[in-house]
C-alpha cells in the first residue's frame, strides 16, 4: 500500500480552503485511475494504490494538520500529524506510542504518520484504498474502515512498506520485491522470471505483488508480538501466508538488514589438463561475482548454477558473473589447459 514519492513532502500546517478544494478538483482523475480495479465493498482487507508524486504533494501541502514529533515512553521521537477534522487530544501521542513498539530499526526516526478521516484518506490514497506509504509518509485514517480490520493493523501494514523502502535487496528494489532474506526464502526472483510474481503491480496483479506480501507479512509478525487480534489474510495470495520461517526472515531484515555481499576466499593449484571445482553456497537471491586469477598460465574458469554455465572466460584474470535467482549453490570450476598454476578465486556472494 504506498504512494511512490522521492522527495519528502513538506508540512503545511494551514491553507484556505478553497486552494484545499481546486488542489482536490486537479488531483481527483489521477486517483481514480489509480484507484481502477480496487475491491471496495467486496471481501475485507488492507488495500492501497499508487498516486503520481506532483498529485500527491500537492494534496498534502493542502492539507490542515496538526501534530509534530513526539517522545515515547521507548525514548524514541515519531512525528505525528493529524487532521484538524480530529480534535487535538492525546491521539497524536498514542500514535507515536504505538508506531515505537512494533518492530522497527533506525528507520522508525524517518517516518511520518498523516492521520484523517476516511473520505480525506481516500481523496490522497484513492476511491479503493483505506491507506497508502509514500516518501517516507504513511496516509491512513484512526477510525476503523473494514470490519474486523483495526486501524493500528492498517498501519502496520503501511510501516512495513517504510521498512522494505528503508530496506536494501539489490538489484531489485525491496519495496516492490520485498527484504532480501525475506524474498530470497519466498523464492520472488524465480516467480518472477516465471510470469508467476509481479513486483509493484498494484493493478490487476495486486494479489501477487510481493511488495504488497512483505507488508502483510511484517502486519501478521507484529499482531503476534503485540497481543492484537489478527486481520483476516485476504488482499493477497495465500501463498504467501508466512511459516515460522518467513515471519524470522522479517524479524531479521528489520533488526540485523541485509547492506552488502559477503566476500569468501579461496586458493589452490591446478595441474596441466585437470580440473578444479569449488562449491559455493547461495543462500540468498542476488549479484555474485567471481574473480579468478592465477599466478603463471592462463586458465579457463567457469561459474556453474543449476548445472548450467552462465558465466566463463580465459585468461590469468578472469571475472565471473551473474544473478542468483531460487538456485542455493553454485560451482567454480577452474580448467588448466597449459602448465600447472596456482590459483585465487575471491567470490563476492549476497
Avoid at 513532502?9 to 488542489?23: C, D, E, I, S, Y
Avoid at 498514542?94 to 504518520?113: D, I, K, P, R, Y
Avoid at 592462463?298 to 544473478?323: D, F, P
Amino acid at each position: 500500500m504506498r504512494v511512490k514519492l522521492r522527495r519528502r513532502p513538506r508540512h503545511v500546517p494551514l491553507v484556505a480552503a478553497t486552494a484545499f478544494a481546486l488542489l482536490l478538483l486537479l488531483a481527483i482523475p489521477a486517483v481514480g485511475a489509480a484507484a481502477d480495479g480496487g475491491d471496495a465493498g467486496g471481501e475485507p482487507g488492507i488495500r492501497d494504490t499508487i498516486l503520481p508524486s506532483s498529485t500527491t504533494r500537492a494534496l498534502v501541502a493542502a492539507s490542515a494538520t496538526w501534530g509534530g514529533v513526539y517522545t515515547t515512553t521507548t525514548g524514541d521521537r515519531v512525528r505525528v500529524f493529524s487532521s484538524d477534522s480530529y480534535p487535538q487530544d492525546d491521539r497524536n501521542q498514542q500514535w507515536a506510542e504505538f508506531l515505537s513498539q512494533l518492530l522497527h530499526g533506525g528507520e522508525l526516526s524517518t517516518v511520518t504518520l498523516v492521520l484523517s478521516p476516511y473520505n480525506e484518506v481516500q481523496r490522497i490514497c484513492g476511491r479503493s484504498a483505506v491507506a497508502c506509504y509514500g516518501n517516507n509518509t504513511i496516509y491512513a485514517s484512526a477510525d476503523q474502515v473494514e470490519p474486523g480490520i483495526s486501524p493500528q493493523s492498517v498501519v502496520a501494514h503501511e510501516y512495513g512498506h517504510h521498512v522494505a523502502a528503508s530496506r536494501s535487496n539489490t538489484p531489485w528494489e525491496a519495496v516492490d520485491w520485498g527484504t532480501k532474506r525475506w524474498a530470497s526464502y519466498e523464492n520472488i526472483c524465480a516467480g518472477a522470471h516465471a510470469g508467476q510474481l509481479f513486483p509493484g503491480d498494484e493493478r490487476g496483479a495486486y494479489q501477487l505483488n510481493p511488495g504488497e506480501a512483505f507488508a502483510e507479512a511484517y502486519r501478521v509478525l507484529n499482531e503476534r508480538r503485540l497481543g492484537m487480534t489478527e486481520s483476516p489474510w485476504t488482499i493477497v495470495d495465500q501463498r504467501f501466508y508466512p511459516d515460522a520461517t518467513a515471519l524470522t526472515d522479517v524479524e531479521q531484515d528489520v533488526v540485523s538488514p541485509w547492506t552488502r555481499p559477503t566476500t569468501l576466499s579461496f586458493s589452490g593449484r591446478v595441474v596441466k589438463r585437470a580440473v578444479r571445482t569449488l562449491a559455493v553456497a547461495t543462500t540468498l537471491d542476488g549479484q555474485m561475482t567471481a574473480i579468478v586469477r592465477t599466478s603463471a598460465a592462463r586458465v579457463r574458469a567457469e561459474l556453474v548454477v543449476g548445472g548450467r554455465v552462465v558465466s566463463a572466460g580465459t585468461g590469468r584474470a578472469v571475472t565471473l558473473s551473474t544473478t542468483v535467482c531460487g538456485s542455493r549453490s553454485a560451482t567454480v570450476r577452474v580448467r588448466n589447459a597449459a602448465k600447472a598454476t596456482r590459483y585465487t578465486v575471491s567470490v563476492a556472494r549476497p
